[in-house]
């Protein structure tokens, strides 16, 4: 059982940056890929970026591409959400999820990630 717990969220104002943790704990050494979701007031979850443990390959929504960086530190069990130039549309509660075990192309949809953790609200302020 993987244990999931992120931090970092708050109210900064448009232009503003936030780095979000994910500390996982428990089971930690099959997670194959990490990733950041969100879902904003009344929206679907919606995939953000992505870190595949085997290689710390990198994968990013077109939305953030070139603001948001993913990155983990193994030591420490912890994955990272850099997040630069933030705008009024990253508002939103933000999830890290554990995909256990191995690859799935689907790994752009919540559905194949087997942890979750409760979520970090951001909110951008114009």
């Known amino acids: 059982q993987v244990q999931l717990v992120e931090s970092g969220g708050g109210l900064v104002q448009a232009g503003d940056s936030l780095r979000l943790s994910c500390a996982a704990s428990g089971g930690t050494s099959r997670i194959y890929t990490m990733a950041w979701f969100r879902r904003a007031p009344g929206k679907e979850r919606e995939f953000v970026a992505a870190i595949r443990y085997s290689n710390d390959q990198t994968y990013y929504d077109d939305s953030v591409k070139g603001r948001f960086t993913a990155s983990r530190d193994s030591a420490k069990n912890t994955v990272y959400l850099e997040m630069n130039k933030l705008r009024p549309e990253d508002t939103a509660t933000y999830y890290c999820?554990?995909?256990?075990?191995?690859?799935?192309?689907?790994?752009?949809?919540?559905?194949?990630?087997?942890?979750w953790g409760q979520g970090t609200q951001v909110t951008v302020a114009s």
């Open positions: 999820a554990a995909l256990m075990g191995g690859p799935s192309p689907n790994y752009r949809l919540p559905n194949p990630y087997d942890y």
